[in-house]
């Protein structure tokens, strides 16, 4: 039996049990710098804990996942938040699990908008950065410091992922 999760647009409501969603949309903002700059305030919670931690800021560059999309492993990061922010104006999906006895749930599947950025909260299971149809690079905020900060899941059969 093929288990298939549907992929959703990605909305502030429907993610916020996994997470933030980092847009301009609906952001609370105001003028800065003389009025030339409009800054959109607060747009994710940043969460560093453990041995010497701090928050880095990182440039990935994906490359796109093979369709149909199958999902065989989720991670986790029990020290600190991770923030996934597109440098090009393309979507990307991003796939996270409720926690079920510390074990990854069935998963949900979004696909961003455009502009879009996610920001999973310490501890909350994530497939991994899958840009489509091409490369794509993002500036990634996350927790730096010692110890290991990555708990990886792998399903004993994986799901398959169907976009819109």
């Not at 453990?50 to 986790?76: H, S």
Request: overall charge negative; charged content about 25%; aromatic content about 10%.
């Amino acid at each position: 039996m093929t288990r298939i999760v549907t992929a959703e647009p990605l909305t502030r409501e429907a993610f916020a049990p996994f997470g933030d969603v980092i847009e301009m949309d609906g952001a609370e903002h105001f003028p800065i710098n003389g009025g030339r700059c409009e800054r959109y305030h607060d747009l994710a919670r940043v969460e560093t804990t453990g041995p010497n931690a701090r928050v880095i800021v990182n440039l990935f560059r994906g490359q796109p996942y093979a369709t149909p999309l199958k999902v065989g492993m989720v991670e986790r990061h029990p020290f600190g938040s991770q923030a996934f922010i597109p440098l090009s104006p393309r979507p990307f999906l991003v796939v996270v699990c409720p926690d079920d006895g510390n074990r990854p749930g069935e998963p949900r599947a979004f696909l961003t908008r455009p502009g879009q950025g996610v920001n999973y909260p310490r501890g909350r299971w994530h497939g991994v950065l899958t840009p489509l149809n091409e490369p794509q690079d993002f500036v990634v905020v996350d927790r730096g410091g010692d110890g290991s900060n990555v708990e990886e899941f792998f399903f004993d059969e994986p799901w398959k992922v169907r976009l819109p």
